[in-house]
T-cell receptor
Framework: SQKIEQNSEALNIQEGKTATLTCNYT??????LQWYRQDPGRGPVFLLL?????KEKRKERLKVTFDTTLKQSLFHITASQPADSATYLC???????????FGTGTRLQVFP | GAGVSQSPSNKVTEKGKDVELRCDPI?????LYWYRQRLGQGLEFLIY????????KSGLPSDRFSAERTGGSVSTLTIQRTQQEDSAVYLC???????????????FGPGTRLTVL
């Protein structure tokens, strides 16, 4: 069966450290993968997109990697800040569908 | 410019009643999506409108759920004979062009929190 999995347990890290969140998928052939941030009571906000033929993408303190052999994407926030605390969702678009498929999200908590 | 708006922000209803949820997408966006998000869960795709094409209704969980998009803009999601398991946040998103192969970002509204008593 097709699955997108993110760690359901919250990730707690200290301010200044690098946060790494994982997105694993099975039985999909993704054309690209996106990462979104969601704050409580708000809709998700787009952060980064990485295509299947790209290994890494960066935007300011954010870095996303994409390994189609491992069927995994990693999302890194360097020099993390308490304001980075939120839930982070991965979503992929498969070649055989027009719809984004979302993971369940991982909650990140950055402590001062 | 204005983002995606949804109304109402909160809706409390009794089991068995019908509800209508509204979404105003970003002007000029041809694609519109509805998702459901249960507490602590990810986004569950419901329905997708793209331009004048027939909507993709493959995610609607039952025939109690329906949606319309009038004039290629505003959309209404209707849930008939609501059940307690319908309680969730209903999110709407729009994108510039949702056709296959595009990588347009989806812009989400704040959602409508539906509680069925």
């Amino acid at each position: 069966s097709q699955k997108i999995e993110q760690n359901s347990e919250a990730l707690n890290i200290q301010e200044g450290k690098t946060a790494t969140l994982t997105c694993n998928y099975t039985n999909y052939s993704p054309a690209y993968l996106q990462w979104y941030r969601q704050d409580p009571g708000r809709g998700p906000v787009f952060l980064l997109l990485i295509r299947e033929n790209e290994k890494e993408k960066r935007k300011e303190r954010l870095k996303v990697t994409f390994d189609t052999t491992l069927k995994q994407s990693l999302f890194h926030i360097t020099a993390s800040q308490p304001a980075d605390s939120a839930t982070y969702l991965c979503a992929l678009l498969s070649y055989n569908t027009d719809k984004l498929i979302f993971g369940t999200g991982t909650r990140l908590q950055v402590f001062p | 410019g204005a983002g995606v708006s949804q109304s109402p922000s909160n809706k409390v209803t009794e089991k068995g009643k019908d509800v209508e949820l509204r979404c105003d997408p970003i002007s000029g966006h041809t694609a519109l999506y509805w998702y459901r998000q249960r507490l602590g869960q990810g986004l569950e795709f419901l329905i997708y409108f793209q331009g004048n094409s027939a909507p993709d209704k493959s995610g609607l969980p039952s025939d109690r759920f329906s949606a319309e998009r009038t004039g290629g803009s505003v959309s209404t999601l209707t849930i008939q004979r609501t059940q307690q398991e319908d309680s969730a946040v209903y999110l709407c998103a729009s994108s510039l062009d949702g056709t296959r192969g595009r990588t347009d970002t989806q812009y989400f509204g704040p959602g409508t929190r539906l509680t069925v008593l």
